[in-house]
């Protein structure tokens, strides 16, 4: 019954962020709020099959509401903005923090701290592969990553790479050549929470 409770949970926070979310994504292209909202929905039901502790779950509730808007924003734009970017990792790091476990806390920022040197190495080695906005992006989707365990950022980092190549290539097919990675990412962030 709680799981039933969690997925239904899950449908209402998606409802109630759809017009937020859609402000969000307006700022920057021309949103689709349906699709937006049965996307959250989803990502936020599938969230409810792995219960963690209250802050860890109210950090990755948020950051998939986050990561849809931005998903929206970088494929249409390319880009990932600053201003939804930048505030959620204080606040993300600040959340973690509330579960007092300062082991945890410490591999989360960890974590976030070598993925922000190894993207910023591609992106510094290769710019026009990976764009400065990923490299943001990884240090904050690290945070919960790494409060679960080395583990999960490592699947994050198969997946993301697994899907960023399954998409080039039927992008390809399609004759285009220049996708965001920010997605990718986002996605690939996603199952390895699932698969934690």
């Known amino acids: 019954m709680g799981m039933v409770y969690s997925v239904l949970f899950a449908g209402l926070l998606g409802l109630a962020c759809a017009r937020p979310l859609g402000a969000a994504v307006g700022a ?25 502790p209250l802050p860890v779950t109210a950090v990755l509730a948020a950051l998939t509401v986050l990561g849809v808007a931005l998903a929206a ?10 201003a939804l970017v930048l505030p959620a990792w204080p606040l993300t790091a600040a959340t973690l ?23 910023a190495a591609v992106h510094l080695a290769a710019p026009a592969a990976l764009g400065f906005g990923d490299v943001k992006l990884a240090a904050l989707l690290a945070l919960p990553l790494g409060r679960l365990s080395w583990t999960t950022v490592a699947t994050a980092t198969v997946c993301t790479i697994a ?34």
Not at 97 to 119: E, F, K, Q
């Open 28 to 52: 920057h292209t021309t949103p689709n709020i349906p699709v937006l909202t049965i996307t959250t929905m989803g990502l936020l039901a599938a969230l409810a099959f792995t219960p963690r």
């Open 73 to 82: 924003v970088d494929t249409a734009l390319h880009r990932l903005p600053d």
């Open 97 to 119: 923090a509330l579960t007092g476990d300062r082991a945890s806390l410490t591999r989360a920022l960890a974590a976030s701290a070598v993925c922000l040197t190894a993207y």
């Open 163 to 196: 899907i960023g190549a399954l998409w080039a290539l039927a992008a390809a097919r399609a004759g285009r050549t220049h996708l965001p990675y920010g997605p990718s990412m986002l996605l690939g962030a996603h199952l390895a929470v699932l698969l934690a």
